[in-house]
């Protein structure tokens, strides 16, 4: 084996159990047709997408699905909670989504209002307690806040998925000292879950020592998903390597990368 | 609230109906257009599991959420 194929093949990573290749998890809301969405999908190398949980539409149920486009055989789907604003009303979604995919690994996320979507986290801990009691595999959508993480992590959530901006706004990694102390202080996996708005944002998530990055609107919404997902991949690749590479120290001023000495 | 005409009053997904009564939740789902294996039931708050669809029968005054999975990020 090469150096080139070492880097590459030791650096899988597992969460509840399931061992992944891509660190990229991406959502499939937002896109323009189901076709778009299946050729982002594809372009990102993801393994895990995350998908709602709807009623049926009961006066057209011959309108395509999700399913029919994207494989659930193929893709570990992540069943989430959005749009819940009770830990109730998020139990109840995903007690619904294990019965419709038959699988325990879950997104938890409980908002606290409409304007910011940020994250209700008394709602949040109580709903991941009763979810992991019934069996559930949540992973948890939560605060960048280092304390709520570990107290997340304590109720049984199998993977911490703090925001780096609200969802939706694109602005990308607001704290960088809190994501850090959250990565240092974890003992399962961390994902940055929205708030990426450009590639850069992914690598800085991932230098951060992030275990992956989970996004939506940074690439539904780009001018070009499908070459933007593909611009995710790299990313996430990227940062990810710089991570495990270890980065330079930083200078407060200039140092010569040529040779002083034989100057003429 | 059962009729004389042995119809059921159920209300699935916010919506009210009526259906015949004795029919099994599995083709309460078919007469829906509904395929079982791609949706979820919950009935009166209640997951009914997949594998007794076919056994449960519709109650008068159930209340039904069926869903499924869609796009979301």
Not at chain 1, 150 to 168: D, F, R, W, Y
Request: glycine share 10%; aromatic share 4%; charged share 25%.
């Amino acid at each position: 084996m090469n150096a080139m194929n070492e880097i590459e093949a030791s650096d899988s990573w597992s969460v509840a159990g399931q061992s992944f290749t891509s660190r990229l998890i991406v959502g499939t809301g937002k896109y323009k047709s189901f076709e778009q969405n299946a050729a982002a999908v594809e372009a990102s190398g993801a393994e895990i997408v995350t998908v709602a949980v709807r009623r049926v539409n009961v006066s057209d149920p011959n309108q395509p699905l999700l399913t029919d486009f994207i494989d659930p055989k193929r893709y570990t789907y992540l069943p989430n909670t959005a749009g819940c604003f009770t830990a109730e009303d998020a139990i109840r979604t995903l007690r619904l989504a294990r019965e419709a995919g038959g699988w325990e690994l879950v997104k938890l996320e409980v908002l606290g209002e409409a304007k910011t979507l940020y994250p209700d986290m008394r709602e949040t801990l109580k709903a991941t307690e009763v979810l992991v009691a019934e069996g559930f595999k949540p992973m948890v959508y939560c605060v960048d806040d280092p304390i709520a993480a570990k107290q997340l992590e304590e109720a049984g959530a199998v993977a911490i998925m703090p925001l780096g901006a609200p969802i939706g706004s694109g602005l990308g990694i607001q704290n960088r000292v809190t994501i850090r102390l959250i990565v240092e202080g974890a003992g399962v996996p961390v994902l940055v879950d929205a708030g990426v708005g450009t590639a850069s944002d992914a690598a800085v998530a991932m230098e951060l020592g992030c275990d992956g990055v989970l996004m939506n609107t940074a690439i539904a919404e780009a001018k070009d998903p499908i070459m933007m997902a593909r611009a995710m991949k790299a990313a996430v690749e990227s940062g990810r390597l710089a991570y495990r590479a270890g980065r330079m120290g930083q200078r407060r001023y200039a140092d010569p990368s040529s040779p002083l000495a034989g100057l003429i | 609230m059962t009729t004389t005409d042995g119809t059921l009053s159920i209300t699935v997904n916010g919506q009210h109906r009526r259906v015949t009564g004795g029919i099994t939740i599995a083709e309460l789902a078919a007469e829906l257009g509904l395929v079982p294996e791609k949706v979820a039931v919950e009935r009166n708050l209640e997951i009914v599991p997949r594998s007794t669809l076919a056994e449960v029968k519709v109650e008068d005054g159930d209340d039904f959420e069926i869903v499924t999975f869609v796009g979301g990020g």
